[in-house]
């Protein structure tokens, strides 16, 4: 008699066509959401891993590609967002790691433009437009991939990151005045 798994660390069974399908459909909008949230490659990547991880013992039975995948984008956000409190709340001590900033010297190109971008992964280095965007506060960056790239519409935006419609459309707003500002070569603080 075969008796069934049991603990934290069960993960659901799920067909592997079900799982590959999620990481042929969904892997470059959670890497770049993630990137827009952490700015680092390194964490984007562990962020796909965490949160298709996830999928495979979290996820529910989706009613169609729609939810599939807004589960993903939101999980995706909180993730990042609960790695960013971390990071607020247990800051790396001096030494004890290379800085970011180091590997990325270290390798001959800047910790900003490190490949990742809204472009693929594969692609060239991000432009004016992609370093400017990375430069916005995570609110506006949210805003602005979840409109542009992954193409929600601002309802849409309102329903996953749990706030109002004006909110969204006021951050979306606020983010094209600054990106206008810091594209025409003027400074602002974002």
């Excluded at 562990?46 to 807004?70: I, Y």
């Amino acid at each position: 008699m075969e008796l069934p798994e049991r603990g934290p660390n069960r993960a659901r069974r799920r067909p592997p066509e079900k799982i590959e399908r999620w990481v042929e459909e969904y892997a470059d909008d959670v890497y770049r959401l993630a990137f827009t949230y952490l700015k680092s490659a390194h964490d984007a990547d562990d962020m796909v891993q965490t949160v298709f991880l996830k999928a495979l013992s979290k996820a529910p039975d989706f009613e169609d590609s729609t939810h599939e995948r807004a589960w993903f984008i939101r999980v995706t956000a909180n993730a990042c967002k609960d790695a960013l409190r971390g990071r607020r709340r247990h800051p790396m001590a001096a030494g004890s790691s290379q800085d970011i900033a180091d590997v990325a010297d270290a390798q001959g190109r800047s910790a900003v433009s490190d490949g990742a971008s809204f472009a693929p992964r594969e692609g060239a280095a991000p432009g004016p437009v992609t370093e400017a965007v990375l430069s916005l506060s995570a609110d506006y960056r949210e805003a602005v991939f979840l409109y542009y790239y992954a193409g929600y519409s601002t309802r849409e935006i309102a329903s996953l990151t749990e706030s109002t419609e004006v909110t969204v459309r006021a951050r979306l707003s606020r983010a094209r005045k600054k990106l206008r500002i810091l594209l025409k070569g003027g400074s602002n603080e974002c």
